[in-house]
Every structure is written in C-alpha cells, then in structure tokens.
C-alpha cells in the first residue's frame, strides 16, 4: 500500500539552528500538504504544494515540492522555541478521494533555549 | 466562525464499556474524517464520511467501531466493548465543499479516551 515517511523522526537543535525534515512517498502525489502539531495539541494546516517543483516560503519557513511529485521538504530557518512540535507531510490517499490524506510518520522537533 | 468541536476532551471507560466520541464540523463544512493517534505516533486515517454518507471505512476496525454522520447532528465515532488498545487520541477534522479551494482538513481539539 501507499507510504509517506518523513525523516528524521526526532530532531533536537540549539536555537537558532537551521532544521529540515523531508518526506518521501512511495507513489506520485498530486499534492502534498504540511501540519504542525503542538505538543498536547491538535494538527493545524501550514501549506499545500500542488505544482511540480514549487517552493513557497512563510517567514522563516520554506516549502518545496519534488520534480517528480514523490517527496518534499520543510525547512526552518534560526529555528526559535515557539517551532517546537511535530510537522507531518500528508498526501492524497492513494486509491482514494483526493479528500482522503496519508499523513506521514512526523519528525518531532525540539527546540534547546 | 467556530472551529471544529470535539466533546468530550477526555474520556474515561472501563474494559467491555462503550465510548462515544462527538465531532461537530465547521460550520459550512459537509466532510468529516476520524484519525486516530497513539503516543509518539502519526495519525492514522479511520473513517470518511459525508452527511449521512460512509465514504470510506477503510481504516476502521471492522469490529466494535462505527461511525455516522446524520442529516442533524454530530458525527459519532462509536467504540463498543473497549480494550486497553483503544486508548488513544482520536481526532476529527473537516474540510469545506467541492470547489471551494484548498482541499485542507481543520482539525479539532482531539478526545483523549484511556480504558483502565
């Protein structure tokens, strides 16, 4: 069946540090989506990437979709406390609706004052 | 405009007790999906459905868990005779109509259920 991994699974960096998480699907995504989840909290939408190749920034945030539709990163720039969290990758389950999401395994962020 | 609301936030049940999990959608919202979500775990797709529709159960249990979504109301998230295993985080998240944007899911506060 459809897989979505996202690597690592936990990251621990000084603030200030840059931090990437990446995530890969086993099939070609026709768009890929990023949540955040605060510890104790619940999973918000942060941005969907449709096009081949596509990079969008929010502030100190950076988005990119693969050329091939089958991965895709985050990365965060001077990482600061208030990043901490999960980030999960979701895309459209495969088979399924386009409604229907695949959310990958997480990578967990720590943030060190 | 609220956000989508789960009651109730924390559950407690007993071995062989049933749980009943309420999710109310944003309003002018008319999908609703179920994940679940262990410790230290992603979110496991459950159930899809539309009002009065099971879209997709694909990810439900066949025994025990059910699911609806009636013409007026919540959508109930059933869970007959729980386990220990049950006891997760169980989240419920909605999106808008067909032609309306982004195809984003908005989550609510999750319920917490622990079987003892």
């Known amino acids: 069946g459809q897989q979505v991994m996202q690597i690592p699974q936990y990251q621990h960096v000084q603030e200030g540090e840059d931090f990437t998480t990446y995530c890969n699907s086993s099939?070609?995504?026709?768009?890929i989506q990023w949540y955040k989840q605060r510890p104790g909290g619940h999973p918000v939408f942060l941005i969907q990437l449709v096009k081949s190749g596509e990079v969008k920034k929010q502030k100190r945030l950076t988005f990119q979709f693969g050329e091939a539709k089958k991965n895709s990163s985050l990365h965060i720039t001077a990482t600061q406390t208030t990043d901490v969290g999960t980030y999960f990758c979701?895309?459209?389950?495969?088979?399924?609706?386009?409604?229907?999401?695949?959310f990958g395994s997480g990578t967990q962020l720590t943030v060190l004052p | 405009n609220a956000g989508v609301m789960q009651n109730p936030r924390h559950l407690v049940r007993r071995r062989g007790q049933e749980a009943r999990l309420r999710c109310s959608p944003m309003?002018?919202?008319?999908?609703v999906y179920w994940y679940r979500q262990l410790p230290e775990e992603g979110l496991k797709f459950m159930v899809y459905l539309q009002k009065e529709n099971i879209i997709d159960e694909s990810g439900m249990p066949k025994e025990r868990f059910s699911a609806e979504f009636p013409k007026e109301g919540p959508s109930i998230l059933r869970i007959q005779q729980v386990v220990r295993g049950d006891s997760a985080a169980y989240f419920c998240?909605?999106?808008?109509?067909?032609?309306?944007?982004?195809?984003?899911?908005?989550f609510g506060p999750g319920t917490r259920l622990t079987v003892t």
């Open positions: 979701a895309g459209p389950h495969f088979g399924g609706s386009a409604r229907q999401l695949t």
């Open positions: 309003k002018g919202h008319s999908h």
């Open positions: 998240a909605s999106s808008p109509p067909r032609g309306r944007g982004l195809l984003e899911q908005y």
């Open positions: 099939t070609t995504l026709s768009n």
